[in-house]
């Protein structure tokens, strides 16, 4: 695999060239990606793997409840708003701009190179913690699979062994890897099975749920779905940043867009598909998980896993089973189509010279972005391994600190839509509220979370507790995590002038849909 990785020399050169020729044209042109690949079902699908609703709903219906107790689902409504009005913004910028390089390409158009180049670090170090974190729940889950089938305490113990733990990691993160590898084909027929998986799972823990909940439970109630009905701002914003955490990752079916059959509009429709089915899963499974559980779901004790707690009384001991499996399916499935964004970002920023050209390398047979992909891989598994025999609390406070990375980067994009399109917005009603109003909105709200975050991180006793100096450490990885490409920014100025000058990617720069022969 090394050599078709790699490639050759002469690969990297016709990269560079072929960079070089497509700046000299000005055009937003195709990277040598599978063209036609993907349908506007199989565009949803990567979307909604990519965010796992599983995983996301047992690591965090717990902490949500314990923050704003029964109007937990109002809380997934209100989460839901800004990511809606953002994925507007994102559909009208690539109908106009269907390029892999999603918000680093349009920011750069917007924005110049340097704002752009800042979105594009937001995205990849955001999707590299996110890939970390996920291996480390697919392996867990894994282990605790093995002990309820084996009913061996000892191989669940497994997983509490660093070494054992740390080498599992590393392991799924290259089976993912090669995955994503071998391009969207591979990609998608296996995000189908264990989409559906996850998705049936769901539902039948819902209807059981239901079905189950003890006679004295609390009825359902329109207060658990009003956000106003919250006692505590604090408390509210608090659940908020959880509830857009749920939400992360939609967007990958907006970077696959190069290789989506009508590039101009599946990957926007895609988006709203998935975001629809996102919000109805979350606000079922929250009704009936609350209707079942009561105010116990919310217990500290138990709250970091609500599945592992609820499978059995719920759905008994050989379906509750079948919920484990659906959080590893959900981990797994996410962690692979993670790669995508990440990946053809890296492309793209390579192809218009903002990064080195051999991150530009096709692979020639499976028109993947193969050396941007493996490096995403190879980065994702040193960045956990090194965290985890570190300080098992700084790999935490590093997760804490990705809401800031996410609200970073979808903010500006959203911005980007309406300064984009502002000769536009006076033309039609529907151009000045989908390419204007809207965009605007969510980048504000999305601007104030990331305000209120940070504000929040500055104080130590926000994630584990620990600190630097009297600063809460998750505000010195999160900062610190900004200056470092804030650096490397100015690293690559050096490197490739061309880029920063505005030379390969401007506001002025054509669409060309044909790719060079």
Not at 183 to 209: D, R
Not at 404 to 427: D, G, K, N, P, S
Request: aromatic share 10%; with cysteine; proline share 4%.
């Amino acid at each position: 695999m090394t050599g078709d990785v790699t490639g050759d020399a002469g690969n990297v050169r016709a990269a560079k060239g072929a960079a070089q020729k497509g700046a000299a044209k000005g055009g937003v042109r195709a990277k040598g990606l599978g063209r036609g690949s993907v349908g506007l079902l199989g565009s949803a699908v990567i979307g909604i793997s990519t965010v796992a609703p599983v995983y996301c709903l047992t690591s965090t219906l717990g902490p949500t409840a314990g923050q704003v107790g029964p109007h937990m689902p109002a809380v997934f409504l209100a989460g839901f708003l800004p990511m809606l009005l953002v994925a507007f913004a994102y559909r009208e910028l690539n109908r106009a701009v269907p390029d892999c390089g999603t918000s680093f390409t349009w920011t750069v158009r917007a924005f110049g190179p340097r704002v752009g180049w800042m979105c594009g670090w937001g995205l990849v170090v955001a999707t590299i913690i996110v890939l970390s974190n996920l291996a480390g729940v697919a392996t867990s889950f894994l282990y605790l699979l093995l002990g309820e089938l084996t009913g061996s305490a000892g191989v669940a113990a497994l997983d509490d062994n660093r070494i054992v733990h740390v080498v599992t990691c590393l392991a799924l993160i290259a089976v993912a890897t090669a995955v994503s590898y071998r391009g969207m084909t591979a990609t998608k027929g296996t995000q189908y099975v264990l989409v559906a998986l996850q998705l049936a799972v769901l539902a039948l823990f819902v209807a059981m749920a239901l079905a189950k909940a003890p006679a004295a439970a609390p009825g359902f109630s329109w207060d658990w779905i009003d956000p106003f009905a919250v006692p505590s701002f604090s408390s509210f914003t608090a659940g908020l940043s959880l509830s857009i955490f749920m939400f992360w990752g939609w967007d990958a079916c907006l970077a696959v867009n190069e290789e989506t059959e009508g590039s101009d509009r599946t990957p926007g429709r895609a988006a709203l598909l998935a975001m629809a089915v996102l919000v109805g899963s979350y606000l079922l499974t929250g009704v009936a998980a609350q209707r079942y559980a009561g105010a116990g779901l919310g217990d500290p004790r138990t709250e970091d896993n609500v599945f592992a707690v609820l499978a059995e009384p719920v759905m008994g001991r050989a379906l509750g089973a079948l919920l484990f499996v659906a959080v590893l399916a959900s981990a797994a499935a996410s962690l692979q189509t993670t790669f995508l964004p990440v990946a053809r970002t890296v492309l793209a920023m390579s192809a218009y010279g903002a990064l080195p050209p051999s991150f530009a390398v096709v692979h020639p047979r499976f028109r993947s972005p193969g050396r941007a992909t493996v490096v995403a891989g190879a980065a994702t598994g040193v960045f956990y391994a090194v965290m985890s025999f570190l300080s098992a609390n700084v790999l935490v406070d590093t997760i804490y600190a990705l809401g800031l990375m996410i609200c970073f980067y979808y903010a500006i994009t959203a911005f980007a839509c309406a300064w984009f399109f502002r000769a536009e917005l006076r033309r039609s009603a529907r151009d000045a509220l989908f390419k204007g109003v809207l965009p605007v909105l969510g980048g504000l709200l999305l601007a104030a979370v990331f305000a209120k975050t940070l504000h929040d991180m500055w104080n130590p006793a926000y994630g584990t507790g620990s600190s630097v100096f009297g600063v809460g450490s998750v505000f010195v990885i999160g900062v610190g995590l900004l200056v470092l490409g804030g650096v490397l920014m100015e690293v690559m100025r050096r490197r490739s002038p061309a880029f920063f000058r505005g030379e390969s990617l401007t506001a002025a720069t054509p669409v060309l849909v044909a790719e060079d022969a």
